[in-house]
């Protein structure tokens, strides 16, 4: 079953503006991670932020985290158009080692 | 490093027919691989998580008579769809995880997906 929910579904932004997704979750976690998807491609990871942490940044990215409102969000800033893709985020509930994802924000920076 | 190659990327066969894909992961031992189905604009449903040795743990809903998975190796995983039909088209990524114990965080490698076509 779905655990995360990414809103918004589809977001159309130009070159250079900042996207953001964000991702709410049903259950405890013990990790979120976001994933980015090109069309017909596989999945490459992108952050991971465990269930202690508020935010965390990685180049461009992003996440933060609040566990009191199971939400997360993805903030990709001076977005390029190479950041076109579907983006993930997916947990892994506590006590488990299965990720379980989210229905994907469709992302499409115009040049 | 953490490279998962997923073979074939794309397969199209008449109804009926089996087909098998095959997951392996290149730098590491995967002691648990992760089957997942994917349809048109849609999000990674888990068919299955397969360990090294043993028989692979289905979800709800998946028939493991239809889609067979073997791990016989800590780098190989194959998941071999059986009497293909139509229906059973689709975009199939498998992922892999480090074994427990290493620097795992739980991130997962994915490979770049098979698509399934059955005619």
Redesign the interface.
């Known amino acids: 079953s779905q655990q995360g929910e990414e809103d918004p579904q589809a977001l159309s932004i130009q070159e250079g503006e900042n996207a953001t997704m964000n991702c709410s979750y049903k259950t405890s976690i013990n990790n979120l991670q976001w994933y980015r998807q090109n069309s017909g491609r596989g999945l490459v990871h992108l952050i991971l932020i465990r269930s202690n942490e508020r935010e965390k940044h990685s180049g461009r990215l992003r996440v933060t985290l609040d566990t009191s409102k199971k939400s997360s969000s993805l903030l990709i800033t001076a977005s390029r158009a190479a950041d076109t893709a579907s983006y993930f985020c997916a947990t892994i509930l506590r006590g488990s080692y299965q990720l379980t994802f989210g229905k994907g924000t469709k992302l499409s920076v115009i040049p | 490093g953490a490279v998962?190659s997923?073979h074939p990327s794309w397969v199209i066969c008449k109804s009926g027919t089996s087909v098998k894909i095959e997951c392996r992961s290149l730098d590491f031992q995967a002691t648990?691989m992760?089957w997942y189905r994917q349809f048109p604009?849609?999000?990674?449903m888990?068919m299955a998580?397969s360990n090294e040795g043993s028989k692979a743990t289905y979800e709800q809903g998946v028939e493991k008579d239809k889609f067979l998975i073997n791990h016989a190796s800590l780098t190989l995983s194959t998941l071999t769809v059986t009497s293909a039909h139509p229906e059973d088209s689709s975009?199939y990524?498998c992922?892999a995880?480090m074994p427990?114990g290493t620097t795992s965080?739980?991130?997962?490698?994915?490979?770049?997906?098979s698509?399934l076509t059955v005619l």
């Open positions: 998962v997923q648990t992760f604009k849609q999000s990674l888990l998580t975009f990524i992922s995880s427990r965080t739980g991130e997962l490698f994915f490979g770049e997906g698509r």
